[in-house]
């Protein structure tokens, strides 16, 4: 008999939020602060391993680029700060049924935690650009964590911890657009690990990852969730 499900765990860019390519833009920032030259074998070999990490957290992606550990804090400090400028700028949305599906699950009584790969000043920037602030009962970045985001369990875990909204791992659902949030989610041992296409990673990606269930997007997760136990 399988669990039910008490607590939701949602990641934002990619699953309930639509930044349009600002990560992208956000890294050209990043790589220009450290003298990558734009339009560079190097550059373009970087902004693919960024493509290809898209879900994990920056600043272990800027570890992996930059090596020395002051050069990815470096890194990592200007990709934030761009990115914030262009979260102000408006340049994020809600993707589409996002707010809806957060709304549902709180209704049918799941206590909902947003997390995220980036600073917590980037997602404060991104939930204040929103309106969103007070739409889920906690929000988590890796720094809440211990400082370790995806692929390690640890948000996921924590969101567990903190809340106290389930009796067991098995009674969380998952839900990103990464193979990092897939994995993050198996790690944890949550009950549904829900892939959305609507984000980085394709669905063999999700699949390859671990997913229990891809889904067109997080609109779905609330029917799912539904179903699953009974």
């Known amino acids: 008999m399988n669990a039910h499900i008490k607590l939701a765990v949602l990641d934002m860019a990619g699953t309930t939020v ?11 920032a990043a790589a220009g602060e450290l003298g990558v030259e734009p339009g560079s074998p190097d550059h373009a070999a970087k902004l693919d391993y960024v493509r290809a990490t898209m879900g994990e957290s920056k600043i272990s992606v800027f570890r992996h680029l930059f090596g020395a550990e002051d050069l990815a804090r470096r890194a990592n400090t200007a990709f934030e ?5 262009l979260v102000d700028g408006g340049l994020v949305a809600p993707l589409a049924g996002a707010r809806e599906a957060i709304d549902e699950l709180r ?4 206590t909902v935690v947003l997390t995220t790969g980036f600073a917590r000043v980037t997602q404060d920037a991104i939930l204040a650009a929103l309106g969103w602030r007070d739409l889920a009962d906690l929000t988590l970045c890796p720094a809440d964590a211990g400082g370790r985001g995806r692929p390690y369990p640890d948000m996921v875990l924590a969101a567990f911890l903190r809340t106290g909204a389930a009796d067991s791992v098995r009674e969380i659902a998952v839900s990103g657009d990464t193979a990092y949030d897939m994995r993050s989610g198996v790690r944890a041992g949550a009950g549904i690990v ?5 984000g980085a990673h394709d669905e063999p990606a999700l699949r390859d990852a671990g997913a229990t269930h891809v889904l067109p997007s997080v609109a779905e997760l609330p029917a799912l969730i539904r179903g699953f136990g009974s």
């Open 18 to 28: 639509a930044d349009g390519g600002l990560v992208e833009r956000a890294f050209a």
């Open 81 to 85: 700060k761009a990115y914030g400028e």
């Open 194 to 198: 829900a892939g959305g296409r609507t």
């Open 107 to 110: 209704a049918d009584g799941l």
